[in-house]
């Protein structure tokens, strides 16, 4: 089975299974990882934004348009950033290492 790795706010890292098919936004609540994700996963919202590790970033799908405009509402927005709702683990991510802003913006609220 897949693994990925989160590097959390306060700078420790939790390496988890990560099955093939579930996000990254679904495979952080399974592992008790604190990531909101406001709109459950309906890209509504931008409060399961993840920093990609530059090495993984350019082997993902790119983000479509959609996601692009929530990435814009990210508190912490960087170059690899991405949404975790959108990211569909497959077996080609094992080892895939992500990690979590100091802080959210939740629009939702």
């Not at 993902?60 to 950033?81: H, I, N, Q």
Request: glycine share 10%; proline share 5%; charged share 20%.
């Amino acid at each position: 089975m897949p693994s990925m790795t989160f590097i959390l706010a306060d700078g420790s890292r939790k390496t988890v299974d990560a099955p093939a098919g579930l996000s990254v936004l679904e495979i952080a609540h399974k592992h008790g990882v604190d990531i909101e994700g406001a709109c459950e996963g309906s890209l509504a919202c931008s409060t399961c934004h993840v920093v990609i590790d530059p090495a993984w970033y350019g082997k993902l799908p790119a983000a479509k348009a959609d996601e692009e405009d929530m990435l814009d509402l990210a508190f912490g927005l960087t170059k690899t950033s991405r949404l975790g709702c959108q990211l569909l683990m497959t077996e080609a991510l094992d080892g895939l290492t992500v990690s979590l802003p100091s802080g959210t913006r939740n629009m939702m609220g």
